[in-house]
């Protein structure tokens, strides 16, 4: 009996998860597609999400990967301090951390006026689409990289040394290659929460096309105008998800499978 | 055979350390009760571990000096601390040359496994390469931490057999943590008995029978 209903409970878990998606596809006829695809907006968007999700990636493992290493070997108190600092976006609201945003670099913001005296205006930007997308990703990026970095046995660091590696040689040598597979993970699920983002971004950012809509902007903004833009654009993201998704998979498989 | 000696003083954790080693040569068997130290002594002497003073001689060399990569000190970590991103004959190329690596493969037996990934090896055969890439950086002094420990029985007589042979073979000082008294015997090592981060005792296995200085030393060598 107590089998049973838990088997139902999970399998309405999943039905939750997939039947929407199935929804968008069925309902949804190739014509219709092709038709919302066709929209002056989709090229913009998509190529404006690409960009933007890309260049914050590329600062998150840049940044986040040295501070996921001292999370995850480093020592001193501060070390659950900070691993708590970083994991803050994941509890604050996407709008509160766009208004927070707002607050900090906008004109009237704490910083506002001595980025206007450099003649810097973030708000409303690219910029601001990048670094809305960074601060929502990046405990998902520093959270994973530090469970890879933490699979790192000391020893093995010690052991690289020993045999003749400068700090930084064994961290390449040793440490990064073992690590690998999480980090390329831990990339992907912060690419994908980067692609999703979209709270943040709207206050922070605005829903300018062809210079802030990102595509999820794009799905609000035609789901006002024509519903099938929106699935359509919907549709697109979707697609481009699985892709990561197998994608991460099978990369992870490959670089886990000789050892 | 090169002349050794080693002077540790300084706190782990909890735990004060002063450690004072000296040795002809050779092998020398250091052991102790859980917790004494003997680990934190091997990653002291290898330069992982700050000491408020260090003092490591051997063969005249001064090692203390020198940073960690320049020591020459071989460590060989409890389970053998190979990469396992490497293959074997990756792991113990890993600090010599190729052709310094394929010697030591050759002679250790390993030149069978060489391609093999290093998560597909016995217990037995960790410590074997273990020891090779150990041995491949022709290292001033090397460092074992209970290389026979997780080990069954037999893998246990066969690995034993393997260091003596190649210990001896090599002809290098060693330091080597182990519990069992049968493994000081076949090794035909000096002992020196580290409790509660001090040495109380040293020499060879029939001098600390004639005269054990602690309980724990006792227990020691009647096995």
């Known amino acids: 009996m107590t089998r049973s209903l838990a088997g139902l409970a999970a399998l309405a878990l999943l039905g939750v998860l997939v039947l929407p998606l199935v929804a968008l596809?069925?309902?949804?006829?190739?014509?219709?597609?092709?038709?919302?695809?066709?929209?002056?907006?989709?090229?913009?968007?998509?190529?404006?999400?690409?960009?933007?999700?890309?260049?914050?990636?590329?600062?998150?493992?840049?940044?986040?990967?040295?501070?996921?290493?001292?999370?995850?070997?480093?020592?001193?108190?501060w070390r659950r301090v900070v691993a708590g600092v970083v994991d803050l976006p994941i509890v604050v609201p996407p709008a509160v951390t766009g208004v927070a945003l707002l607050r900090l670099l906008g004109r009237r913001g704490l910083l506002g006026d001595a980025l206007d005296s450099l003649g810097i205006v973030i708000p409303f930007s690219t910029s601001a689409v990048v670094l809305a997308q960074v601060v929502v990703a990046a405990p998902f990026f520093v959270q994973g990289a530090t469970t890879a970095?933490?699979?790192?046995?000391?020893d093995l660091i010690v052991v690289a040394r020993t045999l003749g590696c400068t700090p930084m040689s064994a961290l390449r040598r040793v440490a990064l290659p073992i690590a690998?597979?999480?980090?390329?993970?831990?990339?992907?699920?912060?690419?994908?929460?980067?692609?999703?983002?979209?709270?943040?971004?709207?206050?922070?950012?605005?829903?300018?096309?062809?210079?802030?809509?990102?595509m999820p902007l794009a799905i609000v903004r035609g789901l006002e105008a024509d519903v099938q833009v929106a699935v359509a654009f919907s549709l697109a993201l979707v697609a481009a998800g699985a892709v990561l998704l197998l994608g991460m998979r099978w990369a992870t498989a490959r670089m886990t499978e000789h050892r | 055979m090169s002349a050794w000696s080693v002077e540790l003083r300084g706190t782990v954790g909890s735990r004060t350390l002063d450690v004072s080693l000296r040795a002809d040569g050779g092998v020398l068997a250091l052991v102790g009760p859980n917790g004494s130290g003997k680990t934190s002594v091997l990653r002291a002497i290898v330069g992982a571990l700050a000491m408020t003073h260090?003092?490591?001689?051997?063969?005249?060399?001064?090692?203390?000096?020198?940073?960690?990569?320049?020591?020459?000190?071989?460590?060989?970590?409890?389970?053998?601390?190979?990469?396992?991103?490497?293959?074997?004959?990756?792991?113990?190329?890993?600090?010599?040359?190729?052709?310094?690596?394929?010697?030591?493969?050759?002679?250790?037996?390993?030149?069978?496994?060489?391609?093999?990934?290093?998560?597909?090896?016995?217990?037995?055969?960790r410590q074997r390469v273990a020891l090779a890439r150990a041995l491949a950086l022709d290292p001033a002094l090397l460092l074992l931490d209970e290389p026979l420990s997780a080990l069954d029985a037999t893998a246990r007589r066969s690995v034993r057999t393997m260091l003596a042979e190649h210990l001896r073979a090599w002809g290098g000082p060693a330091i080597l943590v182990t519990h069992a008294v049968a493994d000081v015997r076949a090794l035909h090592a000096d002992v020196a008995v580290l409790?509660?981060?001090?040495?109380?005792?040293?020499?060879?296995?029939e001098a600390l029978c004639a005269a054990p200085a602690t309980p724990f030393v006792d227990a020691f060598v009647t096995g």
Not at chain 2, 84 to 97: K, S, Y
Not at chain 2, 195 to 205: K, M, P, T
Request: hydrophobic share 45%.
């Open chain 1, 149 to 154: 970095f933490r699979r790192v046995e000391p």
């Open chain 2, 195 to 205: 409790e509660a981060g001090r040495i109380v005792q040293q020499g060879s296995v």
């Open chain 1, 25 to 77: 596809v069925v309902g949804t006829s190739p014509s219709q597609l092709q038709q919302g695809l066709a929209s002056p907006a989709f090229v913009p968007a998509l190529a404006l999400s690409l960009r933007t999700t890309f260049v914050s990636v590329v600062l998150l493992v840049l940044a986040g990967t040295p501070l996921a290493w001292w999370l995850a070997h480093g020592r001193g108190r």
């Open chain 1, 180 to 214: 690998m597979p999480g980090l390329v993970g831990a990339a992907c699920v912060a690419w994908a929460r980067a692609l999703g983002e979209f709270g943040a971004t709207l206050l922070f950012a605005g829903n300018l096309p062809g210079v802030t809509q990102t």
């Open chain 2, 54 to 125: 260090a003092r490591i001689d051997v063969a005249g060399m001064a090692l203390h000096e020198r940073p960690i990569e320049a020591r020459k000190v071989a460590y060989v970590p409890q389970g053998g601390g190979l990469f396992p991103h490497l293959d074997v004959r990756r792991n113990v190329a890993f600090g010599a040359e190729a052709s310094r690596a394929d010697t030591l493969l050759e002679q250790l037996g390993l030149r069978e496994l060489a391609s093999r990934a290093v998560g597909r090896l016995s217990g037995g055969e």
